[in-house]
C-alpha cells in the first residue's frame, strides 16, 4: 500500500510556542491531504482538508488562523499549531489521496503535548 | 446524534471466539463504507471495505444494509492479534468540499488466550 510519513512523531512544547508537523506522500503524488485531530478515548475528527496549491478547507469550529496549513507540492502538506496551548495537546494524524484512488491513507500521527 | 454510533465495548472473547461489531449511520447520503483497525496510540489502519453484496476477506466478513443504514463486522476465530479498537468508517461526497471520511467511535476488541 501507499506510504505517508509525519514528522515528528511525538513533540513537547511550552505554552504559547508553535508547533509545525509535516505530512510526507512517499511513493505516491497526494492530489488531497487531510488533517484529523483525536483526544484520548475519542474518535478522530476531520480539522481540515488541502488540494495541492490552494487554500485547505477547514471544518467547522476549527480555526483557521491558529492551525495553519500548507500543501505546497504533491508530497508534503505542514500543519502549524499557532500559540499553542494545553488544550491543543492531541494526536494529531494526516491522510493523503492520490490521483488514482479515493482511498485515504494515513501517517502514524504526531502526538503533541503543550506543557 | 452521532453521525456514525458504534458500541464502545469493550468486547473481551477468548481466542477462537466469533465476535461481531454493529454500526450505524445517519446520513443516507453516504457513499462508501468500511471498517479501520487501530492500535494503542497507533494510526488507523484499512481493514476492508464494505459492499451491499457482503465480502469477506479471511475470517473477517463485513455486511451493508443501506436501507437499514447499518453495517457489519464479523470475526471468526479471534486471535490474539486481533486485539485493537475497530472503527466504522462512512465516506460522504459533500457538494463543493470534496469527500470527508467520518469516523465512529471505535468499539474495542481484547482477546484473550
Known amino acids: 500500500g501507499a506510504v505517508v510519513s509525519q514528522h515528528p512523531s511525538w513533540v513537547i512544547c511550552k505554552s504559547g510556542t508553535s508547533v509545525k508537523i509535516e505530512c510526507r506522500s512517499l511513493d505516491f503524488q497526494a492530489t488531497t491531504m487531510f488533517w484529523y485531530r483525536q483526544f484520548p478515548k475519542q474518535s478522530l475528527m476531520l480539522m481540515a482538508t488541502?488540494?495541492?496549491?490552494?487554500?485547505?478547507?477547514?471544518e467547522q469550529g476549527v480555526e483557521k488562523d491558529k492551525f495553519l496549513i500548507n500543501h505546497a507540492s504533491l508530497t508534503l502538506s505542514t500543519l502549524t499549531v499557532t500559540s499553542a496551548h494545553p488544550e491543543d495537546s492531541s494526536f494529531y494524524i494526516c491522510?493523503?489521496?492520490?490521483?488514482?484512488?479515493?482511498?485515504?491513507?494515513f501517517g502514524p500521527g504526531t502526538r503533541l503535548t503543550v506543557l | 446524534r452521532k453521525e456514525v454510533e458504534q458500541d464502545p465495548g469493550p468486547f473481551n472473547v477468548p481466542e477462537g471466539a466469533t465476535v461481531a461489531f454493529n454500526c450505524t449511520y445517519s446520513?443516507?447520503?453516504?457513499?462508501?463504507f468500511f471498517w479501520y483497525r487501530q492500535d494503542c496510540r497507533k494510526e488507523p489502519k484499512l481493514l476492508m471495505s464494505?459492499?451491499?453484496s457482503g465480502n469477506e476477506d479471511g475470517r473477517f466478513t463485513a455486511q451493508l444494509n443501506r436501507a437499514s443504514q447499518y453495517i457489519s463486522l464479523l470475526i471468526r476465530d479471534s486471535k490474539l492479534s486481533d486485539s485493537a479498537t475497530y472503527l466504522c468508517?462512512?465516506?460522504?461526497?459533500?457538494?463543493?468540499?470534496?469527500?470527508?471520511?467520518?469516523f465512529g467511535g471505535g468499539t474495542r476488541l481484547m482477546v484473550k488466550p
Open positions: 491522510s493523503a489521496t492520490g490521483t488514482r484512488t479515493d482511498t485515504q491513507y
Open positions: 488541502s488540494n495541492e496549491g490552494s487554500k485547505a478547507t477547514y
Open positions: 464494505v459492499y451491499s
Open positions: 468508517v462512512v465516506n460522504i461526497m459533500r457538494r463543493n468540499a470534496g469527500n470527508m471520511l467520518t
Open positions: 446520513n443516507s447520503a453516504s457513499q462508501s
